[in-house]
């Protein structure tokens, strides 16, 4: 059973700092392109930043580059992302995601269940 599991989510004040860690069993975890997707009320769920399998390449959305860093521990089979600076439009449910490509068509994808990130000013 595949599981991805979020954590380091609360509260924080606007220009604070946070970290998140997610952690993930049941896959091989070093086959996987991992990501960080946020989705605030009423919005759609938005890509945050993504690491590819050996932590060379990473992505960011425009709006957290410079503030957040992802990386990933391939031999703890995890995750994190470093959130600082943090703003209130950075308040949303952030969800952890592993991507391996099956072929160019499609994809096994897994999700985790989320973490809620609530910045104050």
């Known amino acids: 059973q595949v599981q991805l599991v979020e954590s380091g989510g609360g509260s924080v004040q606007h220009g604070g700092f946070l970290t998140l860690s997610c952690t993930v069993s049941?896959?091989?975890?070093?086959?996987?392109?991992m990501s960080w997707y946020r989705q605030a009320p009423g919005k759609e769920r938005d890509l945050v930043a993504s690491i590819s399998t050996d932590a060379g390449t990473t992505n960011y959305a425009e709006s957290v580059k410079g503030r957040f860093t992802i990386s990933r521990d391939n031999a703890k089979n995890a995750i994190y992302l470093h959130m600082a600076g943090l703003k209130r439009e950075d308040t949303a449910v952030y969800y952890c995601?592993?991507?391996?490509?099956?072929?160019?068509?499609?994809?096994?994808?897994?999700w985790g269940q989320g973490t809620q990130v609530t910045v104050s000013s």
């Open positions: 049941g896959l091989t975890f070093n086959w996987y392109d």
């Open positions: 995601n592993a991507r391996f490509a099956l072929s160019i068509w499609t994809s096994d994808i897994y």
